[in-house]
């Protein structure tokens, strides 16, 4: 039994080192902006809905705070996603050995971001397929307690996998019991930090602002249609639920259906291939799938001209691209230049550049298509109250001026009552700059 445990520790230490090298040569740090920033607010006492908006639950960002109340680093904060990670893939490599552990391993590794709610959920909903495919006694309760975290992480694929859930078994009461205590525990949080209606609102009734985001590459046709449709087949000839809970999973890429965004469905699709006994063509065919997208990955941190950051607080001794850490060099120039103004910026990197002042996000820091709940007026009126008898600043970064019909996900409303209600004043390579004096 010991040799049993002991093997586990070096197994886990070897796969936490791989994934921690990984994260240094290749991760380019992107949208964990917004999922480290929203634990970083919460480890510096801020309550989510109330003092900064996100539209996705919240267990995941209070889980990940509680390393940040140590110290508010991005070490730590990844660190602890490796720690997950590192568990659920040597449960991997002790089921079905280094070949299987290996490809999974790899086509996880492929994502864009690796340290957000989305890969998060992704983290679950393989702990949910083990389950399934264990025999374990108490695997159904806890599938559904899992089912419930994730619908208190997004609440969209928790949505869908509570279906599932419920409609896949006997004992539905005991089935609504287990997926819904997390549910419960979330609004008893919500009441206790009087942010119900915030959270109502941002993520719930301005579900219909969000879907202004819909977007859609050729690259995902190409890589879904081929991964849905061999679902679907086996699914007809085997009836496996695990195919139903990946479908389901799949909500995860709506309506941001982009390169990005479809690199956290494959390793659920990849799971179900090695978890099946079929035949070697198919290994073979996803392995050189693996390794070609995996060179587009290399080539994605040349392209980004990834930097190793040593005087970025919190993201000192990280990687992140060359262009995110000038901007925050050029942004931290500017509110030295102007100290005696409020300083508004917009655009999709506002997080990563106040981050690295460790500068205090609110509102007004993530004003992306649909990130303000039903009411986004709201919002810039409040700011135009604000600057009526103050000197203010307004930042627009170059992503708020696409070019040629491109997509942006910063909001352009802001941008437009910007240009139409202050005065340009100049611009550096990274902001257009406006003022009310």
């Not at 602890?80 to 999974?104: C, N, P, R, W």
């Not at 374990?136 to 599932?164: D, E, F, M, Q, S």
């Not at 007809?236 to 690199?263: A, E, M, Q, R, V």
Request: net charge positive; charged share 15%; glycine share 4%.
């Amino acid at each position: 039994m010991k040799n049993k445990y002991l093997k586990f520790i070096i197994e886990f230490l070897i796969i936490f080192i791989i994934l921690l090298l990984f994260s240094y040569i290749f991760t380019i740090i992107k949208d964990e902006f917004y999922a480290f920033g929203f634990s970083y607010n919460i480890a510096n006492h801020k309550f989510p809905y109330k003092d900064f908006n996100m539209v996705v639950g919240p267990f995941y960002n209070l889980l990940m705070a509680i390393p940040l109340f140590i110290k508010n680093k991005y070490l730590l904060f990844m660190l602890t996603h490796i720690f997950f990670y590192s568990t659920i893939f040597t449960i991997v490599y002790e089921k079905y050995g280094i070949k299987k552990f290996s490809i999974l391993l790899i086509s996880f590794l492929i994502g864009e971001t690796l340290y957000t709610y989305n890969n998060f959920c992704t983290f679950l909903i393989l702990m949910i397929l083990l389950l399934i495919d264990s025999k374990y006694k108490y695997r159904i309760p806890i599938i559904g307690i899992l089912i419930g975290l994730i619908l208190v992480t997004k609440h969209n694929i928790g949505g869908v996998l509570a279906i599932i859930y419920f409609f896949s078994g006997k004992d539905k009461l005991k089935r609504i019991i287990c997926c819904s205590t997390p549910f419960f525990l979330l609004a008893l949080y919500l009441l206790i930090t009087n942010s119900l209606f915030e959270y109502l609102d941002l993520c719930i009734f301005g579900a219909g602002n969000f879907l202004n985001n819909f977007m859609i590459e050729p690259i995902v046709i190409l890589i879904m249609i081929p991964m849905i449709g061999y679902l679907i087949y086996k699914y007809y000839k085997t009836k496996d639920i695990k195919i139903l809970y990946i479908l389901g999973s799949y909500i995860l890429i709506f309506p941001i259906l982009d390169y990005n965004h479809i690199l956290w469905c494959v390793p659920l699709f990849v799971y179900y291939l090695i978890s099946e006994k079929n035949n070697r063509y198919i290994k073979i065919c996803l392995t050189v799938f693996i390794v070609i997208i995996l060179l587009l990955k290399v080539g994605e941190a040349v392209y980004y001209k990834t930097i190793f950051v040593t005087d970025s607080n919190p993201f000192k001794y990280m990687t992140m691209s060359k262009e995110i850490y000038d901007k925050g060099m050029d942004t931290k120039k500017l509110y030295n230049e102007y100290k005696d103004y409020d300083i508004y910026i917009f655009g999709i990197y506002t997080y990563a550049s106040k981050l690295q002042m460790n500068s205090t996000l609110d509102f007004y820091d993530l004003i992306n298509k649909g990130n303000l709940g039903k009411n986004e007026d709201k919002y810039i009126n409040d700011i135009i109250n604000k600057c009526t008898n103050k000197k203010c600043l307004f930042l627009l970064d170059i992503t708020m001026y696409p070019k040629d019909n491109e997509y942006t996900s910063s909001n352009l409303l802001f941008k437009n009552v910007v240009e139409d209600n202050y005065n340009y004043i100049g611009q550096t390579p990274y902001y257009v700059i406006f003022s009310n004096q």
